[in-house]
């Protein structure tokens, strides 16, 4: 004997009655019960969802590069890298100041976790 039988669809509106049968036989607690229970999966899944996200700990930035001549002169490569020379230097400067920065929250943290103990 099969569960669905091929001869008569599924209807919602047979679903809907047979979900109305089984629960007038029910009694009155056993409704509370259902809203408690159906509270509590909503709040665990809601849980899930809210914990779901994070920050991207990273920025996504499209990183170009320059295309040089071959035929390149000494003296066009040396003022080229005087140009670029400042940028690569403020570059580090920031890299390193967000490694500082990230340094002294770790600091803190361990501060507090020697406090505790731990």
């Known amino acids: 004997m099969r569960f669905f039988k091929p001869d008569r669809p599924v209807s919602t509106v047979g679903a809907l009655a047979d979900l109305r049968n089984v629960l007038r036989i029910r009694h009155r607690y056993q409704f509370?019960?259902?809203i408690a229970?159906?509270?509590?999966?909503g709040l665990v899944l809601f849980g899930f969802y809210k914990d779901s996200y994070f920050e991207k700990p990273y920025?996504?930035?499209i990183v170009y590069f320059?295309?040089?001549?071959?035929?390149?002169?000494v003296d066009e490569i040396?003022?080229?890298?005087?140009?670029?020379?400042?940028?690569?230097?403020?570059?580090?400067?920031e890299q390193?100041?967000?490694?500082?920065?990230?340094k002294r929250?770790?600091?803190?943290?361990?501060?507090?976790?020697?406090e505790y103990g731990i």
Request: aromatic share 8%.
């Open 32 to 34: 509370w019960f259902l």
């Open 37 to 41: 229970a159906a509270v509590t999966t």
């Open 59 to 61: 920025k996504r930035e």
């Open 66 to 73: 320059q295309n040089w001549r071959a035929d390149r002169t």
């Open 78 to 93: 040396i003022a080229q890298q005087k140009i670029d020379e400042p940028i690569r230097q403020k570059r580090i400067a």
């Open 96 to 102: 390193k100041a967000k490694a500082e920065k990230k």
């Open 105 to 114: 929250e770790y600091k803190k943290i361990d501060d507090k976790l020697k």
